[in-house]
């Protein structure tokens, strides 16, 4: 036993193994339990009856409407919104919970590395919130059925749901490696979902209202001297003129919404939207989310057409073409939310290694080693 | 207890696991000032100290979960500052508690560790079996941890431990909380342990228990361990024998006529023998000598007395 043991244990172990193998206990500790189907079937019975009730309110019917995706992007958002409030549970205790029940140090103590322990666990934690989308995703379905979403924007925004939770997940790992609380680190776990959910659209408006400022803006406007006699002026009887209001520049402040996980779904799924002349007008709800977000990013239009008399057979202005290609040409904000997320997500995966790797150097002060 | 004629691994070299002038504060607390020890394999050696004298705190390090402020620790030839997976490879470590291990049963308990130290799934399960039976808990392989009683969780911790087949192993107050036959028990289990050549490390407060199954001791106090010192204290305390005659006078006068140094009790003498062989020469001396000789014993419990004696001179 003792030489055949020794040989398989001095060879280098699969890392991929390790994880899934912590993953699996992990799974089995936390997840196998009656309890936590009934979580399932709860999240999933709540996500039903919402898309159910959401249909019927918008629609009157369950299919037939034209919604302009309302009600897909509504359950989207209803099951991230979810997602987040479930997702912290599954990590925020994870590490000092298992400091606490002594099932931490005998694992340290084995040759899994901390990499594998922490990979290990933030894997179950995923897979568990994976498990409540999977719960969500017929409601999901039916949601893009109902609100003709294309399939491709069903499915990237799935995919970025699922990115979200990871997100989410980790952070709570790191919390709670690094603080020697369980209550400490679930609340301030909660507390960062709140900073990014929330807190982020807040802070953009209070930014919004700060960044006002004396703005000189060209109008394009029907000239002083028209004779309005003559009747309803054409484009040609317009002349431009400047003007100083105070205006918004939120052009300093978008970047605060790209951090939030709701613009970062909207944003990310891909829109067929007609995004041309007709502001808001056909336009899907997440494919608006993503549109104003962009514009917010662009700032204040330096001009603007009021000479809009006998206007439905006229050319836009060069200026308008302009603004509007400016507009289309913008690059997605969703690429600096993810990129964002994941340097959380990675730093909080950086934190809770450190402060699982044995020997302990430092100790955090509150814990034990066993 | 099995007398021991020369302190245990005297010579580094042939020690399963030494430690020198290892030190460990927490912050401002000094846990361990200074420790230092060796254990060889197939013995099983006490570590006898206070509460709070950092005994806890050294098995941690030689656990290799806790890195010394200064000091080596070295397990069979691997440095655990500078080789620490393959030092802790070596080593078994028992908390002193199991954890809670909640919905987990009792097979997937020490599957998951066999397989963490590497062993392959069908092996692991194997081997967690082969452990189960072997200390009593095949009928619970199945059956959550968490239903175990204190006894059998001990065991179940002490199979953990062990999965990996280490050469050395760290029990941290294994028998506190357990009923004298769980205790009886594991004394049975550790010394099989100690016959297959593991060499095992134990605290614990119950010194009348450890009396009987150590060969060794090491003490600690105020964070620093004592050692020459205390082995010939311990030593000498090994050697008393209390002799107890029917007629203590005659006993006595016997005894004033041999030559090992002895004194009087109320019920007879104390004598110090030179080991157990002399015990017995004693014996057939006093009886060739016509004592009727009641009862001859070792005096006590020798790590008590050596305890108690050591914390006087602390204090």
Redesign the interface.
């Given at each position: 036993m003792s030489t055949a043991t020794q040989a398989r244990t001095s060879r280098a172990r699969a890392t991929m193994g390790g994880v899934w193998l912590v993953a699996a206990l992990e799974l089995r500790l936390r997840v196998r339990s009656g309890k936590w189907i009934a979580a399932l079937i709860a999240f999933g019975s709540l996500v039903g009856i919402f898309t159910l009730l959401l249909a019927f309110a918008v629609n009157g019917q369950m299919f037939g409407g034209d919604d302009y995706g309302v009600i897909f992007g509504t359950v989207v958002f209803f099951v991230l919104f979810m997602g987040l409030l479930v997702s912290p549970t599954l990590t925020a205790t994870s590490i000092n919970g298992d400091r606490k029940d002594g099932t931490l140090a005998p694992l340290q103590a084995t040759t899994l590395s901390a990499t594998t322990i922490v990979l290990g666990k933030l894997l179950a934690a995923w897979l568990a919130s994976l498990a409540f989308l999977t719960v969500a995703l017929p409601f999901i379905v039916i949601g893009a059925v109902v609100s003709h979403a294309p399939f491709w924007t069903a499915v990237v925004t799935v995919l970025v749901l699922a990115f979200e939770l990871l997100v989410i997940c980790a952070i709570g790992m790191g919390l709670s490696a690094s603080l020697a609380g369980t209550a400490a680190s679930a609340v301030l776990t909660y507390l960062a979902v709140a900073t990014l959910a929330v807190l982020t659209l807040v802070f953009f408006g209070l930014g919004t209202a700060l960044s006002i400022q004396p703005t000189t803006t060209r109008i394009y406007d029907v000239s002083y001297d028209y004779d309005w006699a003559e009747g309803e002026p054409s484009i040609e009887d317009c002349e431009w003129r400047e003007e100083t209001w105070e205006e918004p520049h939120t052009e300093y402040v978008w970047w605060l919404l790209a951090a939030n996980p709701f613009v970062i779904v909207a944003d990310a799924a891909p829109a067929e939207d007609d995004f041309d002349r007709n502001f808001y007008d056909d336009q899907t709800m997440l494919g608006s989310i993503k549109y104003a977000v962009r514009e917010a990013r662009l700032g204040p239009a330096e001009f603007q057409n009021w000479c809009y008399y006998n206007y439905g057979d006229t050319e836009a202005l060069p200026e308008e073409l302009q603004r509007a290609e400016e507009l289309q040409e913008l690059s997605a904000v969703w690429p600096w939310g993810i990129g964002f997320h994941t340097l959380l997500a990675a730093g909080s995966v950086l934190i809770a290694i450190r402060r699982v790797k044995v020997p302990y150097g430092k100790l955090i002060s509150g814990t034990r080693v066993a | 207890m099995d007398v021991v004629d020369e302190p245990a691994a005297a010579d580094p070299a042939d020690a399963a696991l030494t430690a020198t002038g290892v030190r460990r504060a927490?912050?401002t607390v000094q846990a361990v000032v200074s420790a230092d020890l060796a254990i060889a394999p197939g013995q099983v050696t006490a570590l006898i100290g206070p509460n709070g004298a950092g005994k806890?705190t050294l098995m941690?390090?030689l656990?290799?979960?806790?890195?010394p402020d200064a000091g080596t620790i070295t397990v069979g030839g691997a440095n655990?500052r500078r080789s620490?997976?393959?030092a802790?490879?070596r080593?078994g470590?028992m908390?002193?508690?199991?954890?809670?291990?909640?919905?987990?049963t009792c097979l997937?308990v020490v599957t998951?560790?066999a397989?963490?130290?590497?062993?392959?799934a069908t092996?692991a399960r194997a081997?967690a079996f082969e452990l189960l039976t072997r200390f009593q808990l095949a009928e619970f392989a199945s059956r959550p941890a968490r239903v175990l009683s204190r006894g059998q969780k001990q065991r179940l911790s002490l199979a953990?431990?062990i999965v990996?087949?280490p050469a050395v192993l760290i029990l941290d107050e294994p028998a506190s909380g357990l009923d004298p036959r769980a205790r009886a028990e594991l004394r049975t289990v550790l010394r099989e342990l100690a016959a297959e050549g593991k060499a095992i490390l134990i605290s614990s407060h119950v010194l009348a228990e450890l009396d009987e199954m150590v060969d060794d001791a090491v003490f600690m106090f105020a964070g620093s361990t004592r050692g020459t010192e205390a082995s010939e204290h311990l030593e000498r305390a090994r050697r008393r024998y209390s002799v107890i005659g029917l007629d203590a006078a005659a006993l006595q006068k016997a005894l004033a006529a041999q030559t090992r140094a002895w004194e009087t009790t109320e019920a007879g003498a104390i004598v110090e023998v030179a080991d157990a062989a002399d015990a017995a020469a004693l014996n057939a001396e006093l009886v060739a000598a016509g004592v009727a000789v009641a009862a001859l014993a070792p005096v006590g419990s020798a790590l008590e007395s050596t305890y108690l004696s050591l914390e006087g001179e602390q204090r």
């Open positions: - | 927490f912050g806890t941690l390090m656990a290799g979960l806790l890195a655990m620490p997976v393959k802790r490879t080593v470590w908390p002193d508690t199991l954890g809670t291990w909640d919905s987990l997937e998951t560790f397989r963490a130290y590497g062993i392959k092996d081997r953990r431990a990996h087949d």
